[in-house]
């Protein structure tokens, strides 16, 4: 019964971490017009004892600003520039859809879980 429920808590933390890493990606896409703005992404640890997974660091991306020439803005610069975002509305689109396809995939895994655990329930009651 130990590993139904332990396959119950894993599915769990991974719709958890899937949530974390959809939420940041909705803010990079929020963001993707935003001056300055760096891209967020998340990174999965394992949790040992149970094997689980859990978010770990938000990292801010270190790829270069696009300069972008607006001198009308009033972040420009005396040059006429300022720092766009580095944000890929293609890759963020992308990493929506596979974080989303884990979440469902965590959580079909979780139902069946369930379902065998209602089972054996079901078994043990007669």
């Not at 001198?71 to 520039?81: R, V």
Request: negative net charge; hydrophobic residues 35%.
């Amino acid at each position: 019964m130990t590993d139904i429920l332990g396959s119950l808590a894993i599915s769990s933390s991974g719709m958890q971490a899937q949530a974390e890493r959809l939420r940041h990606t909705s803010e990079n896409i929020a963001n993707a017009d935003t001056p300055g703005y760096r891209r967020k992404t998340v990174s999965f640890d394992t949790i040992m004892n149970s094997g689980g997974v859990e978010t770990g660091r938000v990292n801010l991306s270190q790829a270069e600003l696009p300069k972008i020439y607006d001198p009308t803005h009033p972040m420009a610069d005396d040059t006429g520039n300022y720092d766009g975002s580095n944000v890929d509305l293609i890759v963020e689109i992308a990493d929506a859809r596979e974080a989303q396809r884990s979440y469902e995939a965590n959580l079909k895994m979780f139902d069946q879980a369930r379902k065998m655990n209602q089972g054996l329930l079901d078994l043990l009651r007669r």
